[in-house]
């Protein structure tokens, strides 16, 4: 978004000269050459693939036409046996696919286009329809070639490559839970907040589901506030959460031959990693913080992109207040970032169960201990807390209904020794000798 939930540019997956038609964990990389992705699918056989640049949105029509071979052709780039029918996901496969993610991110450094992957997905959602698939939004749909052919999704064939070997190795989960998953892994492991997911989304089952052309946002239209608001006051978001989505900017880079914009180099993307190149917004454009608040707001370097919709930020009044504070406030920023991302992530999907499914980060590891929260001012007590301390105590046979039983005898013979002590202490400095002064 940028906002534009379209830059053809935020892939931070490098190309190679591999041959490969399929793609693996490892750092391997995808190949530059006619892909598809498997011999028997009915793939994008033709779509040449652009790897690794990487921008979260930009893009704007009027600066680039990218030629996308079978425009209008209803081939989808996955083997056509693992879409045949909508499928909600397993719980289990999920925790398993979210730590096979988090390798593909170490080995890849493919955080950016991740993120555009889920973004793009449910971008597409339009709170004026009420059916489903009609009304867009988080789906699957952006796997099937009619919508990646959309120009606000040029480049996003490299992020279906590099996901689709976590996809057939967990046949449980939907496209449209795989896209969401892999967006909010990328901003945690990049050091992002943790994003308040839930899965179950169902997949569209063909191409014939795919929303039309022009849902997604431009990045240089020419009144870019307005724009933004008519792009995202469709889906049912706020001026709050169109400042903090944009915040995402902080991760990827621009490149000029595949979005028209940026600059081909710069000195923060000159050596990567992976694919050399393009123009990133932030210095550290791997790692997520507030920096691209603080970056605009300052104005202090030519070589950080600022977009048309990044300005607009910073001018209009509604969204200046938003971004000062998130320039000033990283907390505040996280807080409403990951709000509003897990609100994209849900725009109209359609759930199995309807509740959802919440998957977690692993079983409890017990209380972390932080002095502040137990040191300043009256706090109350944790459950889990009030538990330990209430084990400790049962565990030298206390009990919470009355106190430690009395042990007399014991007492008396402390109460003894200690006489005995100070009888002999005293005794013996009576008797001393002090003719030494």
């Given at each position: 978004?940028?906002?534009?939930?379209?830059?053809?540019?935020?892939?931070?997956?490098?190309?190679?000269?591999?041959?490969?038609?399929?793609?693996?964990?490892?750092?391997?990389?995808?190949?530059?050459?006619?892909?598809?992705?498997?011999p028997s699918s009915h793939s994008l056989s033709s779509l040449?693939?652009?790897?690794?640049?990487?921008?979260?949105?930009?893009?704007?029509?009027?600066?680039?036409?990218?030629?996308?071979?079978?425009?209008?052709?209803?081939?989808?780039?996955?083997?056509?046996?693992?879409?045949?029918?909508?499928?909600?996901?397993?719980?289990?496969?999920?925790?398993?696919?979210?730590?096979?993610?988090?390798?593909?991110?170490?080995?890849?450094?493919?955080?950016?286009?991740?993120?555009?992957?889920?973004?793009?997905?449910?971008?597409?959602?339009?709170?004026?329809?009420?059916?489903?698939?009609?009304?867009?939004?988080?789906?699957?749909?952006?796997?099937?070639?009619?919508?990646?052919?959309?120009?606000?999704?040029?480049?996003?064939?490299?992020?279906?490559?590099?996901?689709?070997?976590?996809?057939?190795?967990?046949?449980?989960?939907?496209?449209?839970?795989?896209?969401?998953?892999?967006?909010?892994?990328?901003?945690?492991?990049?050091?992002?907040?943790?994003?308040?997911?839930?899965?179950?989304?169902?997949?569209?089952?063909?191409?014939?589901?795919?929303?039309?052309?022009?849902?997604?946002?431009?990045?240089?239209?020419?009144?870019?506030?307005?724009?933004?608001?008519?792009?995202?006051?469709?889906?049912?978001?706020?001026?709050?959460?169109?400042?903090?989505?944009?915040?995402?900017?902080?991760?990827?880079?621009?490149?000029?031959?595949?979005?028209?914009?940026?600059?081909?180099?710069?000195?923060?993307?000159?050596?990567?990693?992976?694919?050399?190149?393009?123009?990133?917004?932030?210095?550290?454009?791997?790692?997520?913080?507030?920096?691209?608040?603080?970056?605009?707001?300052?104005?202090?370097?030519?070589?950080?992109?600022?977009?048309?919709?990044?300005?607009?930020?910073?001018?209009?009044?509604?969204?200046?207040?938003?971004?000062?504070?998130?320039?000033?406030?990283?907390?505040?920023?996280?807080?409403?970032?990951?709000?509003?991302?897990?609100?994209?992530?849900?725009?109209?999907?359609?759930?199995?169960?309807?509740?959802?499914?919440?998957?977690?980060?692993?079983?409890?590891?017990?209380?972390?201990?932080?002095?502040?929260?137990?040191?300043?001012?009256?706090?109350?007590?944790?459950?889990?807390?009030?538990?330990?301390?209430?084990?400790?105590?049962?565990?030298?046979?206390?009990?919470?209904?009355?106190?430690?039983?009395?042990?007399?005898?014991?007492?008396?013979?402390?109460?003894?020794?200690?006489?005995?002590?100070?009888?002999?202490?005293?005794?013996?400095?009576?008797?001393?000798?002090?003719?030494?002064?």
């Open positions: 978004m940028a906002l534009s939930l379209s830059a053809a540019s935020h892939s931070l997956c490098s190309s190679s000269s591999s041959s490969s038609t399929r793609v693996s964990l490892s750092p391997a990389t995808v190949s530059s050459s006619l892909v598809a992705f498997s040449r693939s652009s790897v690794a640049s990487s921008s979260l949105f930009p893009h704007s029509s009027s600066l680039v036409q990218r030629k996308h071979p079978n425009r209008g052709s209803s081939n989808t780039v996955v083997s056509p046996t693992t879409c045949a029918a909508a499928a909600a996901s397993d719980a289990a496969q999920l925790r398993s696919a979210k730590e096979d993610i988090k390798v593909l991110l170490r080995t890849k450094f493919c955080h950016p286009i991740l993120v555009r992957l889920g973004w793009h997905d449910a971008g597409t959602y339009n709170k004026n329809i009420e059916e489903w698939p009609q009304r867009g939004g988080a789906n699957g749909s952006l796997r099937f070639e009619p919508e990646l052919n959309h120009a606000a999704n040029a480049g996003l064939i490299n992020a279906l490559k590099i996901i689709q070997p976590i996809k057939d190795k967990y046949a449980n989960i939907s496209y449209a839970d795989l896209f969401q998953l892999a967006s909010a892994t990328a901003v945690e492991e990049a050091g992002g907040p943790e994003i308040p997911m839930k899965y179950g989304r169902i997949d569209v089952s063909a191409p014939e589901q795919c929303p039309e052309e022009g849902r997604l946002p431009d990045a240089g239209p020419p009144s870019p506030a307005e724009h933004l608001r008519d792009v995202f006051y469709r889906m049912g978001l706020n001026d709050k959460e169109i400042v903090a989505l944009s915040g995402a900017h902080t991760l990827g880079r621009s490149r000029p031959e595949r979005s028209g914009w940026g600059k081909p180099e710069t000195k923060y993307t000159k050596t990567g990693p992976e694919e050399p190149g393009g123009q990133s917004w932030t210095v550290k454009w791997l790692k997520f913080d507030n920096s691209y608040f603080k970056d605009i707001k300052e104005k202090r370097d030519e070589d950080l992109l600022v977009l048309p919709t990044d300005a607009a930020l910073f001018e209009d009044p509604s969204f200046k207040n938003y971004a000062e504070k998130y320039a000033e406030d990283p907390a505040a920023f996280f807080k409403d970032y990951a709000e509003a991302h897990a609100k994209l992530s849900n725009l109209g999907a359609k759930f199995d169960p309807p509740e959802g499914i919440i998957i977690d980060n692993g079983p409890a590891q017990g209380e972390k201990f932080v002095a502040a929260k137990y040191s300043t001012q009256k706090k109350e007590l944790s459950d889990s807390m009030k538990k330990k301390i209430r084990a400790e105590y049962e565990a030298i046979g206390g009990s919470p209904d009355k106190p430690l039983p009395t042990n007399y005898f014991l007492n008396i013979i402390i109460a003894i020794s200690v006489l005995v002590l100070l009888f002999t202490f005293f005794g013996n400095n009576n008797s001393s000798d002090y003719s030494g002064f």
